[in-house]
């Protein structure tokens, strides 16, 4: 596996820190990954080299505000700039990969920004995705005085920042796992109220709006979830008849990084090979 980061100019005013993964013969599709809150684009690298053993490219952005990019932790200018960032992730592995499938995969807010992205994109320029423990509803919603306040003063302070502590034995049942959270430099748990009114706002959006899809999705979802509710993710595989759902009752936030992550693997690997041939047989 060739595996490369470092600051990119993504174009006239944006830089970001990017993290690619290509196979060392010719890639024969190309993945971009969208990760979640405070979180950053290298912790898929585990995914990405089992995908580059199978001949599949992958890359991930830092976000604004996160992981070695610049910003201020947590905050954002508006939730159509997180749109932008899938924009760009996918922009730069059309560039990258030219003339192959490009699909995405959106972790935990990343699963609500690809998804976002795809229901407001009539040609969204991807194949598919992969949507894993998306964002839609937070497992334990703060009280409703609490978020009607919280908008108040999102309109005079929209980068106030409040804690969004999340336990390591939240995310996976491995302790090393649980580990490497706590001790990743580039991690983060703060969040501005912009952005999650922002988040609370967007993820019922998708769900009311789940029939619209224009590309398949497969949603993976541990039915042990504390982080991201997983009936909310039920809920959007209802209404839409594009989106395949799997669950798994022991697992937790983060599959890629939980027990039987390999199985996860060949799960997503498979499904993403077999898109693009359908994608191919079309053409």
């Known amino acids: 596996m060739i595996e490369q980061s470092g600051m990119r100019k993504l174009d006239d005013h944006v830089e970001r820190f990017v993290h690619s993964w290509s196979p060392l013969q010719s890639p024969s599709l190309a993945v971009g990954f969208v990760h979640g809150l405070g979180d950053h684009g290298g912790r898929f690298r585990a995914l990405a080299k089992h995908f580059a053993s199978l001949n599949i490219a992958s890359v991930a952005i830092d976000q604004y505000g996160n992981g070695r990019s610049g910003g201020k932790r947590g905050c954002v200018e508006s939730y159509d700039g997180l749109l932008a960032e899938v924009s760009r992730t996918v922009e730069l592995a059309n560039h990258l990969w030219p003339n192959l499938p490009v699909f995405l995969y959106g972790h935990s807010m990343g699963g609500n920004l690809v998804t976002n992205y795809l ?3 009539k040609h969204p320029q991807v194949e598919a995705a992969v949507v894993s423990a998306p964002l839609f509803h937070p497992v334990q919603p ?12 999102a309109k005079a302070f929209p980068n106030l920042r409040i804690g969004a502590p999340i336990k390591a034995e939240y995310l996976s049942r491995i302790e090393n796992e649980q580990q490497a959270f706590l001790n990743d430099p580039w991690m983060h748990q703060r969040i501005s109220l912009r952005l999650g009114a922002a988040l609370l706002d967007s993820g019922q959006w998708a769900i009311d709006h789940a029939s619209s899809l224009p590309v398949p999705i497969l949603l993976i979802h541990g039915e042990d979830d504390k982080i991201c509710c997983p009936k909310a ?51």
């Open 119 to 121: 229901l407001r994109n």
């Open 233 to 283: 993710s039920a809920e959007f595989a209802r209404r839409s008849k594009k989106c395949e759902l799997m669950t798994w009752p022991d697992m937790r936030h983060e599959p890629h990084h939980d027990l039987d992550a390999e199985m996860i693997f060949r799960i997503v690997s498979d499904w993403l090979i077999t898109q693009a041939g359908n994608s191919q047989a079309k053409r």
């Open 142 to 153: 703060p009280p409703a005085w609490f978020v009607h306040i919280a908008r108040i003063l």
